[in-house]
């Protein structure tokens, strides 16, 4: 049986969907969606979180099912989710768009990082009172999905490039006087 994530660990506050996209660049070269069929996972399996998928990428990897499931939101019956405990309607998920912190994702990029140089998705980022990077004290950037695929929140993907997540975290002052 092959076994992923031995150079990958889910990182504090990643995202399910951004561990399995790092998976599988970093040890099987190829995107994320491809590798879900190749571990035969659905992306609706992997953006639920269901049960069968935190089984599944826990005989995968080594890591704890539980552990697997603080980086997602849980279903709790029809209208409502859970997160490390805490159970929330499902108007507080917003998977319908893109969130991310563009001072956080630029850290990431540094190759000696946790991230050894790729963007993470952060789970807390995609509820939708959450505004604020509570490290960099930014705004959240939002943006509207454009395809189904956008849910899967790869942050290699979704986001902007560099220069453009650079300028778009510069403080609103410098921002304005380099016009």
């Not at 005989?59 to 159970?87: C, D, K, M, N």
Request: aromatic share 8%; proline share 6%; net charge positive.
């Amino acid at each position: 049986m092959m076994s992923f994530a031995r150079n990958t660990p889910l990182l504090p506050g990643e995202s399910v969907m951004s561990w399995v996209a790092r998976i599988a660049r970093d040890e099987t070269g190829v995107g994320p969606f491809e590798f879900l069929n190749l571990i035969e996972l659905s992306r609706k399996d992997v953006l639920e979180a269901t049960r069968e998928c935190l089984g599944r990428l826990s005989e995968l990897t080594g890591v704890r099912s539980a552990r697997i499931g603080e980086g997602a939101y849980l279903r709790e019956g029809e209208q409502f989710y859970s997160h490390r405990g805490p159970t929330f309607h499902a108007e507080f998920v917003g998977r319908e768009r893109t969130t991310y912190c563009p001072g956080c994702l630029l850290d990431d990029r540094m190759a000696d990082g946790p991230s050894r140089g790729r963007r993470i998705g952060r789970v807390n980022w995609q509820f939708g009172p959450v505004r604020t990077c509570r490290i960099h004290r930014m705004p959240l950037v939002r943006t509207m999905s454009a395809v189904y695929a956008d849910r899967f929140q790869d942050m290699e993907r979704v986001a902007p490039n560099d220069e453009r997540l650079l300028r778009s975290s510069r403080p609103h002052s410098l921002a304005r006087s380099t016009r």
